[in-house]
């Protein structure tokens, strides 16, 4: 197998609140690479690891086996938000971790069409099962409707000039590739930042292909009902619009948790330096307490 190099963000943090030790169950609803699952098989710990991406998810069984930890774990094809109804998952856990957004491997394969770095199919699926792609909006959705979407999950406010040169090249043709709307962005967006243009109408066209805010408001009180008694959740988003669900989640279960550290935790300066994806993570922790 190819060696993959994947640097999990804030590792020793999560691994701080959920103190992995032999004899307790973790759950990563958020598999990825399997960065965060193995530091908690290396401690002992057992997990059951998710993710909706059947190619990742394929790796990440891959580097458990290599690892020599397959009898400790359980791999689980599935959307976080369905998930806690498989019967697979078994009683409650110790810990249950959401490392939320895009992975590496998702942004690093081409094909996908998460980056903007590459040039391909305007896609943008985790599961490639479901229906809809990142060009069926782009080419499907009004004017308004699009608008909503970059200004309400890309946090973008100067949009109205790249919607309407979206509109107008898609009655010529549609646009079908990752290239053809880099192209669109950089000539009508105007933004004043160090990120490039393109990042957060990418962010907003992944998030609504993959319902990503709906899943998690979904999935956290399935969590909960699955964490047992002293059990810790851990969650880290990348997008205030995410941090800003899971804050209101833990503040609505104030009788059942209680929240851990200084509130929201972000990466140290070296974490950043190391790895740049790290920059925009926000980790919230909290112990089940009623």
Known sequence: MTKILHTPVMLNEVTKFLAPEPGKRF???TLGYA???LALLSAGATVVGCDRDQDI???????????????KFTPLHSSFASAFDRPELGGVFDGILFDLG??????????????FRYNAPLDMRMDKDLAVTAADLVNGLGRKELQALFTELGEERNVQRLVNAIVETRKISPIKTTQELVSLIEKNLVRNSK????????????MAVNSEREEL??????????????????????????????KDFLVSEGENLELLGVGVITPGIDE???????????????????
């Open 27 to 29: 759950f990563d609803a």
């Open 35 to 37: 960065g965060h699952t």
């Open 57 to 71: 998810l394929s790796l990440a069984v891959s580097r458990v086996k290599e690892a020599g930890f397959a009898d």
């Open 102 to 115: 895009v992975s590496s491997y998702q942004l690093d394969t081409p094909l996908r069409g998460f980056s």
């Open 195 to 206: 990120i490039h243009k393109a990042t957060k109408i990418f962010q907003a066209l992944r």
């Open 217 to 246: 408001k979904a999935a956290l009180p399935s969590a909960l009902s699955k964490l047992k008694l002293g059990g810790t959740l851990v969650t880290v988003s990348f997008h205030s619009l995410e941090d800003a669900i899971v």
């Open 272 to 290: 950043v330096k190391a790895n740049v994806r790290s920059r925009s993570a926000k980790l919230r922790a909290a112990r089940r307490v009623k």
